[in-house]
């Protein structure tokens, strides 16, 4: 996941540059399933017909979470929920 916050809060004191624009990830062996919601109700995509909402999929198994760890400390930049861990969309996580 990436994101650009326009606010130096969220950028450790600098604002973006947007002269650099434009950004880009890349990711490798990347692939997604998703809901695409239609209108403001969001509780469809909870539904179980999606495989991703098995209870299975909740957590990580224990190599997940070793993998996901490495990933982090080698490429993440900022971590909004380290300022924020209390923050709804911050719950729950690793």
């Not at 624009?21 to 509780?43: D, G, K």
């Not at 495989?51 to 190599?63: D, V």
């Amino acid at each position: 996941m990436a994101t650009i916050w326009n606010s130096t809060w969220a950028a450790n004191g600098a604002p973006v540059n947007w002269n650099d624009a434009p950004f880009e990830a890349h990711y490798r062996e990347f692939s997604i399933n998703a809901c695409q919601v239609q209108t403001t109700i969001i509780e469809e995509c909870n539904s179980s017909r999606y495989w991703w909402n098995a209870a299975k999929f909740w957590e990580l198994n224990p190599r997940q979470k070793v993998i996901y760890k490495k990933v982090r400390s080698k490429y993440l930049i900022y971590d909004y929920c380290t300022k924020m861990p209390r923050s709804l969309e911050c719950r729950g996580l690793p």
